[in-house]
């Protein structure tokens, strides 16, 4: 028996204005092929728009050495449910793991990375505007960044430095890509 849900089906890549909807994984994915993140597979379940300023939901694949730099989240705070595979979370106060059906919370203002631990790991990742915050601001969500980068490709040191100031100036995001990613660190 098939059946058809209240909700209209509505995609958030197509029509943002606060409406409900059904999110569809074969319309919504992208992989990064540009920015800091070449070769991540992303899912942008909810944008800012689609949930009124309230979350972003990303479901992503990471492979191993496509992990993000050390950043800042100014204006959002971030959780990963890792769903398939493992990760290790790195702060500057420290390192722990977090496996397949396992939740991490990441406040704002606090510099962090994550390494897969393995080949691959699959996450559901989920930005909340930080404390003192009325929502994500129009056109200035994190979602917006993804989108945004997904097919620049960053090959000189001015071209990184000049998307460096971008994500700070325009995202709140603040990246440090002249530190060692910790997985590099390793013997």
Same mark, same amino acid.
């Given at each position: /028996?098939? !059946? ?13 204005? #606060? ?12 992989? /990064? ?17 689609? !949930?009124?300023?309230? @979350? ?26 890792? /769903? ?6 790195? !702060?500057? +106060? #420290? ?28 996450? @559901? ?13 129009? #056109?200035? #969500? ?11 490709? @960053? ?17 709140? @995001?603040? /990246? ?8 590099? +660190?390793?013997?």
């Amino acid at each position: /028996m098939v !059946t058809k849900s209240d909700v209209d089906q509505i995609q958030p890549t197509t029509n943002r204005d #606060g409406e409900s909807y059904v999110s569809h994984r074969s319309d919504v994915h992208f992989n /990064m092929t540009g920015d800091f993140m070449t070769g991540v597979d992303f899912w942008i379940h909810a944008t800012g728009e689609t !949930t009124n300023g309230q @979350l972003i939901i990303i479901e992503t694949n990471w492979v191993r050495g496509t992990e993000p730099v050390w950043h800042i989240h100014h204006r959002e705070e971030e959780g990963f449910f890792v /769903m398939d595979g493992e990760i290790k979370i790195h !702060t500057e +106060a #420290g390192s722990y793991n977090a496996g397949a059906g396992q939740f991490v919370w990441g406040r704002k203002d606090q510099r962090h990375t994550y390494e897969v631990v393995g080949e691959e790991a699959r996450i @559901l990742v989920i930005f909340v505007p930080g404390p003192e915050s009325s929502g994500f601001e129009p #056109g200035g #969500g994190i979602d917006k960044y993804f989108y945004e980068a997904r097919d620049r490709e @960053l090959r000189t040191p001015e071209q990184l430095a000049a998307e460096v100031e971008n994500l700070k100036t325009n995202y709140g @995001l603040e /990246m440090f890509p002249e530190l060692p990613h910790p997985r590099d +660190a390793k013997a």
